[in-house]
């Protein structure tokens, strides 16, 4: 199953590329992983709903890399993280309250 798949079967449906940039950026190393994620985290962090799948597809390559490999793991934990505490200190009203339902 795929995530597009995963994530429709839940009643969500995808509004970025973020899934296959980042599906990309794993082929190229941590590195790659890091530029993809500060490209798009500065990109997007403004839009709520974007920056809520952004949130959602870095915890589920946490997932998808945990027992093959734990580095590339460890560094979308750290990225998920990052952008978590940033949607909850910036997010406000509806915007928090989407940001909670999606990613519950």
């Known amino acids: ?13 995808l509004q970025t590329t973020f899934w296959s940039d980042f599906s990309i950026a794993d082929r ?5 992983v890091q530029d993809t994620f500060n490209r798009a985290f500065a990109e997007w962090k403004q839009s709520y709903k974007y920056l809520t799948e952004l949130i959602l597809v870095l915890n589920h390559k946490i997932w998808q890399h945990y027992e093959a490999a734990p580095e590339m793991a460890k560094l979308y934990n ?8 940033y949607a909850i200190e910036n997010l406000k ?12």
């Open 78 to 85: 750290i990225l998920w993280m990052q952008a978590d505490q």
């Open 28 to 32: 190229f190393g941590l590195p790659a």
């Open 93 to 104: 009203g509806s915007e928090l309250e989407y940001y909670y339902e999606v990613t519950d």
């Open 1 to 13: 199953m795929t995530f597009r798949e995963f994530m429709a079967e839940n009643g969500y449906m």
